[in-house]
């Protein structure tokens, strides 16, 4: 296992923790908040550390390659929502100052949509609510000398395989330059504030939507029922 720790300059992220749990997680961030009176961003990775060394050798457009992510999001509150503009949140991918895919919730949206050169909602659709946490999966492909895809999934089933994901959960988006080089996390057209937990960024879908190891109180539950039904014998 793999543990490396960075201090960043942002006032909204201070120390987070970042773990290799197998050869094909790339990072894995802790809880990150974000939000502003216009627009809160915060970057998380740039080409200084492990996932910005992976964007430099596979995102160009000389390169293909295949990069899956992940998040739990909630959003916390929505100030600034008019009811179908306003408030917008997302994880978003960047090319410089450049917007690429944006997956969250589209300032034209109440629902869980996507945006950056162009928009829509993820299929359902499926209107957000305030303090609802739900996980978001993506799978980009970079075709060399072609345009990208994207794939995105709204809460995907742990365990099951990618391509037995129901197709009501699941969007394609085709025709994007997907190149990019750092990753914000994004709230604002307000005060509204999103939090993000969870993330992580893999060449593997199943390292992004794995099935959960139990918890200490759960494993000490299920021991307690082991030893009622043995004094019950």
């Given at each position: 296992m793999k543990k490396l720790t960075f201090l960043t300059t942002l006032s909204t992220i201070s120390v987070f923790a970042?773990?290799?749990?197998?050869?094909?997680?790339?990072?894995?961030?802790?809880?990150?908040?974000?939000?502003?009176?216009?627009?809160?961003?915060?970057?998380?990775?740039?080409?200084?550390n492990d996932t910005g060394n992976w964007i430099d050798n596979y995102n160009d457009s000389a390169d293909s390659g295949t990069l899956y992510y992940s998040f739990d999001i909630t959003i916390d509150n929505n100030v600034g929502e008019t009811g179908g503009g306003g408030f917008f949140t997302a994880l978003q991918l960047y090319d410089g100052d450049s917007e690429r895919i944006a997956i969250g919730n589209n300032w034209?949206?109440?629902?869980?949509?996507?945006?950056?050169?162009?928009?829509?909602?993820?299929?359902?659709?499926?209107?957000?609510?305030?303090?609802?946490?739900?996980?978001?999966?993506?799978?980009?492909?970079?075709?060399?000398?072609?345009?990208?895809?994207?794939?995105?999934?709204?809460?995907?089933?742990?365990?099951?395989?990618?391509?037995?994901q129901a197709l009501s959960a699941t969007t394609s988006v085709s025709d994007r330059n997907a190149q990019f080089n750092n990753i914000r996390l994004r709230?604002?057209?307000?005060?509204?504030?999103?939090?993000?937990?969870?993330?992580?960024?893999?060449?593997?879908?199943?390292?992004?939507?794995?099935?959960?190891?139990?918890?200490?109180?759960?494993?000490l539950c299920l021991g307690g029922l082991a030893l009622i039904l043995r004094r019950r014998r």
């Open positions: 970042i773990n290799s749990v197998s050869a094909a997680v790339l990072q894995s961030f802790g809880e990150q908040s974000v939000g502003g009176v216009s627009v809160g961003s915060s970057t998380i990775v740039d080409t200084t034209r949206s109440v629902n869980w949509s996507y945006f950056g050169g162009g928009d829509g909602d993820l299929n359902g659709p499926v209107p957000y609510l305030i303090g609802q946490t739900v996980n978001i999966a993506a799978r980009v492909d970079f075709n060399a000398g072609a345009n990208d895809s994207i794939t995105i999934w709204l809460n995907p089933v742990a365990g099951v395989a990618e391509g037995s709230a604002g057209n307000g005060t509204g504030a999103t939090t993000f937990n969870n993330i992580i960024f893999a060449t593997e879908f199943a390292d992004v939507v794995a099935v959960p190891e139990p918890s200490s109180t759960a494993l």
